[in-house]
């Protein structure tokens, strides 16, 4: 059987893609160095594919251009790999590479490979092991030619959100994995304050596993209605042996593969604000070394007794969420100005939609918004948004009841500070500067006049 598209590796996401393909009806070639993988896929009991053991019969199984989508765990391995095939690859033919890659390691193969005349294509994928099976979202760069040859195979497998297909070209290079790598920013950021009111209202209100997933249950038709408040109620509601919640018994030490870090380290290097992101990846690694005081805390206990504070809580997370999602968009803004991307906002963020860990309900508004304003500086000036003042005052609420209570709230402080200085008329930069200018020479503009000026401030 000569086939339409190859899967490299058949890891968990490797597998899952491969039988998603087979069942849409690609003939498929598979190939796994290791034998208990090849074994495992077979057990899967389906048709229409052709299994390899070596890169060259891989290769022989399929149809010019060679569409092979590599599922293997980023890192030296991709090199290793895309060196290996690339003798039994012809001129023309696009490796695609599935997992959380650096972006620059991907503008630097995807460079490596057109000097060959072969196509290497970063694509960010989305959905863990069943988005992989039933429709993930996929996030894809490199060229325009190769993305030509994969589009009918990769959107067929790809998740729908109604009308949209979650599969697109998002521009050249590493483009697809520098967007894959702000959706992860933005999950460690709405999962942080998922942490957060979920640490405080348990234990500033005292509520139970239970109530609280009702709460986070009942999102499932308004605004906040997503992928990640549908599983917290699943986490928040699973027993353990002796029927009490799972996730008390849990260590509170959140691991990491190094995308949320990423992400910060790239805020830091384009010059955007994205306190969120920096908190929630940076709170992660404080969870590794920290000491824990079972003692502390204020004794002080808030009361959670009307619809209203449980609406407080609701318009705090909205409104996180919105920051969350603002930042991570900026970033992406401003990495397509700086490497000439050209990125569609409105159609990066519909990628979204469907199939990936963030997806949810306010992207329809998102994704609306970079629709009306291409040129949409931040998502918060969107009119789309409207008055946010309501969910301003429940942020600063949460943030407050968190303080009383000694509750950490790195997320939902950040989140109002993102927000005010969004806002604020100044910020406070211009005493930076006069410091800067005292003990440094440093020089400072002035509002009233051009130019630049140094004053003599010990005199
Ligand atoms: C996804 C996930 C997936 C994975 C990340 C985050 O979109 O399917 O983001 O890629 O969960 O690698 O992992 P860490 O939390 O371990 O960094």
Redesign the pocket.
């Known amino acids: 059987m000569i086939c339409e598209i190859g899967v490299l590796g058949l890891g968990v996401m490797g597998s899952s893609l491969a039988e998603n393909f087979i069942r849409n009806g690609f003939p498929t070639a598979l190939y796994s160095r290791e034998p208990f993988e090849r074994d495992r896929f077979a057990r899967r009991n389906l048709s229409g594919y052709v299994m390899t053991d070596s890169l060259s019969a891989f290769a022989a199984s399929l149809q010019r251009p060679r569409r092979i989508v590599m599922m293997i765990t980023a890192g030296p391995a991709v090199d290793a790999v895309k060196d290996a095939i690339a003798p039994y690859l012809e001129e023309g033919d696009i490796l695609v590479d599935g997992g959380?890659s650096y972006y620059e390691d991907t503008n630097r193969r995807t460079f490596e490979y057109a000097q060959l005349g072969l196509n290497f294509v970063g694509m960010?994928?989305?959905?863990?092991e069943r988005?992989a099976l039933e429709g993930?979202?996929m996030m894809v760069g490199g060229s325009d030619d190769a993305w030509k040859a994969l589009a009918p195979y990769l959107q067929k497998a790809a998740a729908k959100a109604g009308d949209v297909i979650c599969c697109n070209h998002v521009g050249e290079g590493g483009s697809g994995h520098y967007v894959?790598m702000v959706?992860?920013g933005i999950?460690?950021a709405v999962m942080e304050l998922i942490a957060e009111t979920w640490q405080l209202l348990r234990e500033g209100y005292g509520l139970r596993e239970e109530e609280i997933a009702d709460l986070f249950d009942g999102m499932k038709d308004g605004r906040l209605s997503s992928y990640l408040a549908e599983i917290t109620a699943k986490v928040l509601r699973y027993p353990d042996e002796d029927g009490s919640p799972l996730v008390e018994k849990i260590l509170p030490v959140?691991?990491?593969?190094?995308?949320?870090k990423w992400t910060t380290l790239e805020s830091v290097e384009r010059g955007v604000y994205t306190p969120m992101i920096y908190e929630s990846a940076s709170v992660?690694s404080f969870s590794e070394h920290r000491t824990a005081f079972p003692g502390y805390g204020s004794g002080y206990f808030l009361t959670l007794e009307s619809d209203c504070d449980t609406k407080v809580i609701e318009d705090a997370l909205y409104l996180g969420i919105v920051c969350c999602y603002a930042q991570g968009l900026s970033l992406i803004r401003k990495a397509s100005e700086t490497f000439g991307w050209n990125i569609n906002l409105a159609a990066s963020a519909s990628l979204w939609e469907g199939g990936?860990?963030?997806r949810s309900e306010m992207l329809k508004d998102i994704v609306a918004a970079y629709e009306e304003d291409p040129q949409l500086e931040n998502l918060l000036f969107s009119e789309r948004f409207g008055d946010l003042e309501q969910e301003r005052e429940a942020l600063q609420e949460v943030c407050a009841s968190a303080m009383l209570a000694h509750i950490p709230a790195p997320a939902y402080q950040t989140a109002v500070t993102y927000y005010d200085a969004c806002f604020a008329p100044e910020l406070n930069l211009a005493m930076v500067q006069g410091l800067r200018d005292c003990f440094g020479a440093h020089t400072y503009r002035r509002i009233d006049q051009e130019g630049v000026f140094h004053t003599e401030w010990e005199k």
Not at 124 to 128: A, I, P, R
């Open positions: 959380n960010g994928v989305s959905g863990g988005g993930p979202s894959k959706h992860n999950e460690y959140a691991g990491q593969k190094g995308t949320g992660r990936c860990i963030i």
